[in-house]
C-alpha cells in the first residue's frame, strides 16, 4: 500500500477578482522506502504540491490518501493532528526554537501529541534516542546558537523523527548549508532511509542534491512532467569519506568552552 | 493538550525571554503595588484617626445649646442661654447614661507669680476625667462638695502648668490668679493632645462650672452637657434617649423646632472618616489608572511578541498545536505575567506601606479585600488583554508563518 496516494489534486488561489492554479490535477504514489526529490522552478507548484502532502493546505479538489487515509476533507485540527503523528518537517531556515536546548526541541512534538501521552521521563529518552540517530547526543543541552549550521539541521531531523512519522518532508534542506554540510544532512537521510527504511521526500531546486533519492518527480505549471527512477544515485557517506577533513576552524563550537550550560 | 502542557509550554516560552518578561511585569508590579500601597496608607490613616478620636472620650454625646433667636434675628449655634443645670439634672436619670458633666467655658488670663496665661476655663464637674478617661498626673480632681459650694479650685490642663510652673513641676496646693479670684490648685492632667475637633485638650484648666456661673462670669445657663453613654453598642439609643428628654426639660412643644443640637462622637468619627476614605478612594482610583496602563503594556508586548515569535507559531502549528493549543499558550503567557507581576505587586506594595509605617510613622495597614481585588483584577487584565494577541497568534495561517521573515 502506498504510503502516499494523491489522484487529479487541484488548487487554486484566489488573489481578488483572478484564479491562480498552482496545482493542475496531480496524480503520484509514493511507496513505502522511497526517497522522492521533487524538483521543479519556482511557480512551478512544488511548494503548493509540498504544502498539501505536509497537511498544511488543502487541495480545491482531488483526493489525498496519507497512509491509507484520506485527509483532504479534514478539519484545521484534525489536520494539525496528522501533521504530528505522520509528518516529520524539516526547513530550509532549521525553525529551532531559540534559547532551546537540542533536547527540548527534540522533544516539542511530543507535547502536541495528543494521541499519545508520556511521562516527561519517556519523553527525555525519545528526544535522546532521536539524538542518537542523527549523532548529536553529545549536544543535546547546547542551545541552536551553540550549534554550527549542520548540527542544527540534525537537530531538526531528531524533531522531524520523534513521532515515528509516515514520511519525512523537507523543504529546500540544504539551502542555508555549504556544500561540506549539505552532503552531511543528505547523508543522514539516506542512512534514515536506507537503514530504517524511513520514506523521504525532499523539495530542492537544485539538481545534485535531488541526485540523492531514488526518484525523481519534477513540477512545472501546476503538474507533473517528470516522474522517473535515478539511475546514477549519488552517495553521500562515499563522497563524505572522500573529502578532505574539515579544518578546525570550520568548527567553531567543538571547544570545551563553548560547552556553557 | 492537558492544561499541564499548556503551562509547560508557556512557562518554557517565557523563560526563553526573561528580559522582556520581567519588563512586562514591570507594568503589572508597579500599578499593583501603588494601588496595594494607596489603600493600605488610607486604610491605616482612618483606623488612627478612629483610634484618636476615642482617644478623646469614650461613648461621649454632646448636648450644644442651639442658636437662638431674638424678634427675626437669628444668632449663631452656641448663643442660646436656654440650656440649664436642670437638663443635665433630667439626663442624670435616664438608664443609658452613665456619666453627664455640665460645661461652662470662658476665656481667662491665668496668674501665678510673674507668669501669666490666657487660657480656656473648663466648667465641669466630678464626671469629667471619668467620661475624658483621664488620668490625674498630680493631685486629685476636684469634688462634689466643691461644685455644690462654687469652690475657687481649679485643676491644671498640662501645658498650662508646664507654662505658669515649668515642666515637671508639682504646682497642688499652690494659687493662681483668675480675674480677682484666687483659685487652689488641686490637681494637674496628664498630657492628652489634640481633640477630634484639633483642640489642644492639653491648654486647658478646669473648675467647677458653678464656679464659673457665680464667680467668673454671673450667669444662670450652662454652654454645653457632656454625657456618656453605658456602653459602646448603647450609643445610638443614648442619643436618641438625650434628645427625648432635652426636649421634655426645654418644655418643646411637638413640631417646635430643637433648641439644642446632640452630637454623639460616632457622628464625629463619622465625618473623619467620610473624608479620609473620599481621599483613599482618590488615591486607589489614580492607582487604577497606573493599573491599567499596566495591562495594555501586557497587550502591547504581546501584540509585538505574537509578530515577533510568528515564524516559532508557524513551527508550533507545522509540528501539529492546533489553532486553541497557540491560544491557550499565549493567554497563559499573559496570565502568567499579570498574575507573577500582581503577586510581586502585592508584595511590593506590602514593602512600601511598611517602609512608610517605618519612615513617617504612618499608620498603613493592607486591608483583605484589597489584596483579592488586586489578584482579581491581574487575572482580568491578564485575560482581557492577552486574548487579542492570542487569537491573532491562533489565527495565523502556519504557511504564511513560516514564512514570514
Not at chain 1, 524511513?198 to 537544485?206: D, S, Y
Not at chain 2, 493600605?40 to 488612627?48: E, F, K, R
Not at chain 2, 450644644?64 to 436642670?86: D, I, P, Q
Not at chain 2, 479670684?181 to 486647658?204: C, E, L, M, P, W
Amino acid at each position: 500500500m502506498p504510503v502516499i496516494s494523491v489522484r487529479d489534486l487541484q488548487r487554486v488561489y484566489h488573489m481578488g477578482d483572478h484564479e491562480v492554479r498552482a496545482l493542475r490535477g496531480v496524480s503520484l504514489d509514493v511507496e513505502p522506502g522511497e526517497f522522492v526529490s521533487v524538483t521543479g522552478p519556482s511557480g512551478s507548484g512544488k511548494s503548493t504540491f509540498m504544502h498539501i502532502i505536509g497537511a498544511l493546505d488543502k487541495p480545491s479538489s482531488g483526493e489525498y490518501i496519507l497512509d491509507g487515509k484520506d485527509v483532504s476533507k479534514l478539519s484545521k485540527d484534525d489536520l494539525a493532528g496528522v501533521r504530528n503523528q505522520k509528518i516529520g518537517f524539516v526547513f530550509q531556515g532549521f525553525n529551532l526554537l531559540t534559547r532551546t536546548t537540542a533536547l527540548d526541541n527534540v522533544e516539542l512534538p511530543l507535547l502536541y501529541n495528543s494521541v499519545r501521552k508520556m511521562k516527561a521521563s519517556e519523553r527525555h529518552k525519545r528526544a535522546m534516542a532521536a539524538l542518537d540517530i542523527v549523532g548529536l547526543t553529545q549536544r543535546f543541552h547546547h542551545m541552536p546558537n551553540q550549534l554550527s549550521g549542520g548540527q542544527q539541521q540534525r537537530v531538526a531531523i531528531a524533531r522531524a523523527l520523534i513521532n515515528e512519522p509516515s514520511i519525512i518532508l523537507a523543504d529546500e534542506p540544504t539551502g542555508n548549508l555549504d556544500t561540506r554540510t549539505s552532503i552531511e544532512v543528505m547523508g543522514i537521510f539516506q542512512r534514515l532511509n536506507i537503514e530504517r527504511g524511513i520514506t523521504v521526500m525532499v523539495i530542492t531546486h537544485e539538481m545534485d542534491i535531488a541526485e540523492y533519492g531514488t526518484r525523481l518527480i519534477r513540477f512545472r505549471d501546476g503538474r507533473v512532467v517528470a516522474d522517473q527512477k535515478i539511475t546514477h544515485r549519488r552517495n553521500a557517506a562515499d563522497e563524505l569519506a572522500a573529502l578532505p577533513p574539515p579544518e578546525p576552524d570550520q568548527m567553531p563550537h567543538e571547544e570545551p568552552a563553548q560547552q556553557a550550560h | 493538550m492537558s492544561v499541564f502542557m499548556v503551562f509547560r509550554i508557556a512557562l518554557k516560552a517565557l523563560g526563553r525571554n526573561k528580559l522582556r518578561t520581567a519588563l512586562t511585569m514591570l507594568g503589572m508590579i508597579i500599578g499593583v503595588g501603588a494601588v496595594i500601597t494607596m489603600v493600605a496608607l488610607g486604610t491605616g490613616a482612618q483606623a488612627a484617626i478612629k483610634e484618636q478620636i476615642k482617644a478623646t472620650g469614650t461613648n461621649t454625646i454632646t448636648v450644644m445649646s442651639g442658636n437662638f433667636t431674638s424678634g427675626a434675628v437669628r444668632m449663631g449655634e452656641g448663643n442660646s442661654s436656654r440650656l440649664m443645670a436642670a437638663d443635665a439634672q433630667a439626663l442624670r436619670a435616664l438608664p443609658q447614661i452613665q456619666w453627664v458633666a455640665e460645661g461652662a467655658t470662658t476665656r481667662q488670663q491665668l496668674i501665678a507669680g510673674n507668669q501669666n496665661w490666657n487660657s480656656q476655663i473648663q466648667g465641669t464637674n466630678v464626671d469629667w476625667p471619668l467620661i475624658k478617661a483621664w488620668p490625674l498626673k498630680f493631685g486629685q480632681f476636684f469634688t462634689e462638695q466643691d461644685v455644690q459650694s462654687a469652690a475657687k479650685v481649679i485643676v491644671l490642663g498640662s501645658n498650662v502648668s508646664d507654662i505658669l510652673y515649668g515642666a515637671d513641676v508639682d504646682p497642688v496646693g499652690q494659687n493662681v490668679r483668675v480675674r480677682n479670684h484666687v483659685f487652689r490648685i488641686v490637681g494637674v492632667f496628664t498630657a492628652k493632645g489634640a481633640s477630634s475637633g484639633g483642640q489642644n485638650q492639653d491648654d486647658q484648666a478646669f473648675v467647677p462650672f458653678t464656679t464659673v456661673q457665680k464667680k467668673i462670669q454671673g450667669i444662670q445657663h450652662i454652654n454645653n452637657i457632656t454625657v456618656s453613654a453605658v456602653s459602646a453598642e448603647s450609643i445610638a439609643a443614648a442619643t436618641e434617649a438625650v434628645k427625648v428628654s432635652m426636649r421634655t426639660t426645654q418644655a418643646l412643644a411637638p413640631g417646635e423646632e430643637d433648641t439644642f443640637r446632640v452630637l454623639s462622637q460616632d457622628d464625629i468619627i463619622g465625618f473623619a472618616t467620610q473624608q479620609s476614605s473620599t481621599m483613599t478612594d482618590l488615591l486607589a482610583g489614580i492607582a487604577a489608572v497606573s493599573l491599567m496602563v499596566g495591562g495594555i503594556g501586557i497587550m502591547n508586548i504581546m501584540l509585538v511578541s505574537v509578530t515577533e515569535r510568528t515564524r516559532e507559531i508557524g513551527l508550533r502549528m507545522a509540528i501539529g498545536a492546533r489553532g486553541r493549543d497557540v491560544l491557550m499558550q499565549f493567554l497563559v503567557e499573559a496570565i502568567v505575567i499579570s498574575l507573577v507581576g500582581g503577586a510581586l505587586g502585592i508584595l511590593t506594595g506590602y514593602l512600601f506601606a511598611e517602609l512608610a509605617k517605618w519612615l513617617n510613622n504612618w499608620p498603613a495597614v493592607v486591608p483583605l479585600d484589597s489584596i483579592f481585588m488586586a489578584v482579581g483584577f491581574a487575572a482580568f487584565v491578564g485575560i482581557f488583554f492577552g486574548f487579542y494577541p492570542a487569537r491573532k497568534a491562533a489565527g495565523l495561517d502556519p504557511i504564511e508563518a513560516l514564512r514570514f521573515e
